[in-house]
């Protein structure tokens, strides 16, 4: 079965301070797709990165970036000069190649703190 | 653009009690998705559709119904409410399996008591 491991359920960081989310997953697949969601107090969803498995380079957006290792597994977020709208739920989530079914692991929420 | 819209926004349901959720999106995206969310849990996947008059089920599909009659609705019908049940409800959408991102809606947040 393919699962999403988030072992941190809480973080917290002060502003402008530097972040970091872990994320493993499990699946013998060899094409997937991974994401950062964030969900902050309104409950919206927003997708916050992105990162296809058959790219070496790490995906990069503004503030926001991953450290993805494929043969570990492993799908870390890095949050750079962290601000106060930053703090939210984020799920990492996983989506097979051949599918449009998203698993979602159970979050991190994170405190930004002034 | 709306985006993905949910009705209602809250629902306080007794038990046995039936409601439907609606979920309505104008971005003429083929795939919808009903996820539910339970307190301190990722999202699990109820139903999906990949375009209208197809349906199929998700990791957690018991106790629910979908229908998907236009492109644009994708509602979501409780027939026997549960206290299990009690959840937050999203719905998302994306133009077609290619596509990375899927739209998500603002969710409803259902009691059963």
């Known amino acids: 079965a393919q699962t999403v491991t988030q072992s941190q359920p809480e973080m917290s960081v002060q502003e402008a301070e530097t972040v970091t989310l872990s994320c493993t997953y499990d699946?013998?697949?060899?094409?997937?797709?991974l994401f950062w969601y964030k969900q902050p107090p309104s409950r919206q969803m927003i997708l916050v990165i992105r990162?296809?498995?058959?790219?070496?380079q790490n995906a990069t957006e503004n503030r926001f970036s991953v450290n993805f290792q494929k043969a570990a597994k492993s799908f870390s977020l890095k949050i750079s000069d962290s601000q106060l709208g930053d703090t939210a739920m984020y799920f990492c989530a996983f989506r097979p190649g051949n599918t449009d079914k998203l698993i979602f692991g159970t979050g991190t929420r994170l405190q930004v703190f002034p | 653009n709306a985006g993905v819209t949910q009705t209602p926004k809250f629902r306080i349901l007794k038990i046995g009690q039936s409601m439907t959720l609606q979920c309505t999106q104008d971005m003429n995206h083929n795939y919808m998705y009903w996820y539910r969310q339970d307190p301190g849990m990722g999202l699990k996947l109820i139903y999906y559709s990949v375009g209208a008059g197809i349906t199929d089920k998700g990791e957690v599909p018991n106790g629910y119904n979908v229908s998907r009659s236009t492109t644009e609705d994708f509602p979501l019908r409780l027939e026997l409410a549960a206290p299990s049940q009690t959840s937050v409800y999203f719905c998302a959408s994306s133009y077609s399996q290619a596509s990375y991102e899927q739209y998500f809606g603002p969710g409803t947040r259902l009691t059963v008591t």
């Open positions: 990162q296809e498995a058959y790219k070496q």
């Open positions: 699946t013998s697949e060899n094409n997937y797709y």
